[in-house]
């Protein structure tokens, strides 16, 4: 063996050790352990009516917040792109602070606005409606959700926006172009792989959202805080298994497939 050879062997060897130790052992043993209730444990998430309205909610609320966020973020970052005013960047900033909040922040941010407490529900029963509450259903999450995702779609946009050729644009209203034709065939067609790539992030991140959910799934259940319940209040480590396979499952066919549709032809 050559010198070169061996010293490149030895420089890997810790990185190869900790792959295997920390991602690819844990991931074998995650992938085997349904097993251990046989081959219909790795199918619970379609069988099981539970498990599956647990899985159809969280790709709804997904779906939702995904499609949500990548039109505000659009309109948001397209505008801060195109338009230079005073406090420009002081704004963005403030639009893409929550990306340095955890999960868990965003969870009590939404609790303290439409929780028991929250100045919604002191407004409603001012009103003579009652304390309406909405932090800890569908919408709480809805809202939670768009709020944590959002700062990073204005930031994709922002600055894909702002890497586009102008000329392009010109040429278009040179020709005749309206506003809306060239809303759909200049900038749709530039950005489209810019909003694939982050319609992707965006629905995995929500797919795979603990903290927020956590904080407010209290009537509202998504596949995260099942497998939570699943190996943590009844030790079903296989069932959780399981359920983590097919979230995972899904998510990765998500990124890849965006990967395929932005990569090179």
């Known amino acids: 063996m050559s010198p070169s050879r ?12 900790f792959f295997a130790a920390f991602w690819l052992l844990p991931v074998l043993q995650l992938l085997v352990l349904p097993a251990s209730k046989g081959w219909s444990a790795y199918f619970a998430v379609l069988t099981n009516a539970r498990y599956l309205q647990s899985l159809l909610q969280t790709l709804s609320l997904s779906l ?10 659009a309109a948001v970052g397209i505008t801060l792109a195109r338009q230079r005013f005073a406090g420009r960047q002081l704004l963005l900033s403030i639009l893409t602070l929550p990306l340095s909040f955890p999960g868990v922040i965003i969870g009590f941010f939404m609790i303290l606005l439409g929780g028991r407490q929250g100045p919604v529900a002191d407004l409603s029963e001012w009103l003579g409606q009652g304390r309406i509450t909405f932090a ?5 999450l809805f809202l939670a959700y768009v709020y944590f995702s959002l ?21 278009a209203r040179s020709l005749g172009a309206s506003r809306w034709r060239v809303a759909r065939d200049v900038w749709l067609l530039e950005l489209a792989p810019t909003t694939l790539a982050c319609g992707a992030i965006v629905f995995a991140t929500a797919m795979g959202a603990f903290g927020t959910a956590f904080t407010l799934s209290s009537k509202f259940e998504v596949l995260p805080i099942t497998i939570y319940n699943e190996f ?7 069932l959780a ?5 097919a979230l995972g499952l899904i998510t990765w066919l998500v990124l890849w497939a965006s990967g395929r549709a932005t990569g090179p032809a």
């Open 64 to 73: 939702t917040v995904t499609l949500v966020t990548l039109v505000l973020g």
């Open 241 to 245: 298994a399981s359920l983590s396979i």
């Open 232 to 238: 943590t209040n009844y030790a079903n480590f296989a």
């Open 136 to 140: 800890y259903g569908m919408t709480g």
């Open 151 to 171: 700062p990073r779609a204005i930031a994709t946009y922002t600055a894909a926006a702002s890497a586009m050729n102008p000329h392009l644009e010109e040429a």
């Open 6 to 17: 061996f010293l490149l062997l030895a420089c890997s060897a810790p990185a190869v050790a």
